[in-house]
């Protein structure tokens, strides 16, 4: 795969190992699905971000990016959690769960997070020709079809 020379520099590691890991795994998908070189994206949108789909080993993983220092540079949106707190009364997730969940929450908001939504077209709207990064089905068919954008179906973790 084609790499500019600063996508050579992160993957090298020249710019810590937070951004060489992504890349790293940016390009395995990439190479996986036939890509020839990484494109500039405006807008990622998150997934899978409930404590119930990644549990513990997703939260040590967004853990150890945070404390790595990773930070979204360019806008991200993503799912909300899985526990709502106003309602959790009616549910019997336990502590630990949903203690999980708002870790996830937090930490996503920490590395830059805009907003918690399944309509991330509602607070940022896509432009025509525009690539964006997204990891919600409905949002996607909206975005490619309505908006004009241009996005593949990510998984959770990969969007950002």
């Known amino acids: 795969m084609y790499l500019s020379k600063e996508e050579e520099r992160i993957y090298e590691g020249e710019a810590g190992w937070v951004l060489e890991k992504a890349i790293k795994v940016v390009i395995k ?3 996986a699905m036939g890509a020839d070189r990484l494109i500039p994206i405006s807008h990622a949108h998150i997934s899978g971000v409930g404590y119930g789909n990644i549990g513990e080993a997703g939260l040590s993983l967004l853990r150890d990016l945070r404390d790595g220092g990773a930070r979204f540079n360019v806008y991200t949106t993503a799912n909300p959690g899985s526990v709502d707190d106003d ?21 996503f908001k920490e590395m830059g997070v805009n907003a918690f939504t399944c309509t991330p077209y509602y607070y940022r709207e896509p432009r025509a020709g525009e690539i964006l990064a997204w990891a919600e089905s409905n949002a996607v068919l909206i ?7 241009r996005s593949n179906r990510e998984s959770g973790l990969l969007a950002p």
């Open 29 to 31: 998908v990439g190479e």
């Open 87 to 107: 309602s959790s009364y009616y549910f019997n997730y336990g502590t630990p769960f949903i203690q999980g969940q708002r870790e996830i929450l937090s930490i």
């Open 143 to 149: 975005a490619n079809s309505i908006y004009g954008a």
